[in-house]
């Protein structure tokens, strides 16, 4: 079985310059997650899926974060315009569901914002 | 609210050795706890998990966890360390089920021969 597949594994930018990051969950699995990880902590819950809607996003900064799951599949994060501090890991995991299973992570993409 | 500290950013052991690594959680209700692991360049993956029932936990490679809520602890062992357990692990707990975990700052595990 494949795992959760993140790309690009790496990207470095300027600031100010937009970016997005592409998540394709594990097949079947309805809930979907974006997490950032900065350099020495864990990671930290940015937006959570059910299906196609976003049923946590308290912890995404929506002046410059965006985030799409169209067809309640593959998802898309995005950031417009980069910042210095956005510099971290940008995980994405899936689920089968909320309710009692576990979360699968993917590799990560490492943003430098240069 | 809930929280995860993990003590000792780094841990480092002899190959053979006993692996303890401490994670003490804050929860206003019954949690669930979680202790991950990530190698390099790579995803998260569970070692494994407590929701209820035998606070005991065995998980896989060899590690388990005893969940002891008088002293809000979930500490992480391995009898016997091998070369191949060097990695960053996370402690996480959640008040919510599986919904939202929250991630401690992770012990760096390393082994010398």
């Known amino acids: 079985e494949a795992g959760v597949v993140q790309s690009p594994r790496y990207k470095i930018i300027e600031k100010k310059q937009p970016v997005a990051f592409w998540c394709n969950p594990i097949?079947?699995?309805?809930?979907l997650y974006w997490y950032r990880q900065n350099l020495g902590q864990g990671p930290e819950l940015l937006i959570r899926?059910?299906?196609?809607?976003?049923?946590?996003d308290s912890q995404l900064p929506k002046d410059r974060f965006s985030a799409e799951r169209l067809k309640g599949v593959d998802s898309t994060l995005k950031i417009q315009p980069a910042e210095l501090g956005d510099s971290a890991v940008y995980l994405c995991?899936?689920?089968?569901?909320?309710?009692?299973?576990?979360?699968?992570f993917g590799p990560g993409t490492r943003l430098t914002v240069l | 609210a809930q929280s995860v500290t993990q003590l000792g950013s780094h841990v480092s052991v002899s190959e053979g050795a006993l692996v303890l690594l401490r994670c003490n959680y804050s929860s206003s209700v019954p949690p669930y706890l979680f202790w991950y692991v990530q190698y390099p360049n790579q995803g998260l993956q569970l070692l494994l998990k407590y929701t209820t029932g035998a606070t005991l936990v065995k998980g896989i490679n060899g590690f388990e966890a005893e969940f002891k809520k008088s002293e809000t602890s979930f500490h992480l062992t391995k009898p016997s360390a091998h070369m191949s357990d060097a990695a960053e692990y996370f402690c996480a707990v959640s008040s919510t089920g599986f919904q939202k975990l929250v991630f401690g700052t992770g012990t760096r595990l390393l082994v010398s021969p």
């Open positions: 899926y059910e299906n196609e809607e976003a049923v946590d």
């Open positions: 995991a899936s689920s089968f569901s909320v309710v009692a299973d576990t979360q699968y």
């Open positions: 097949s079947g699995h309805n809930t």
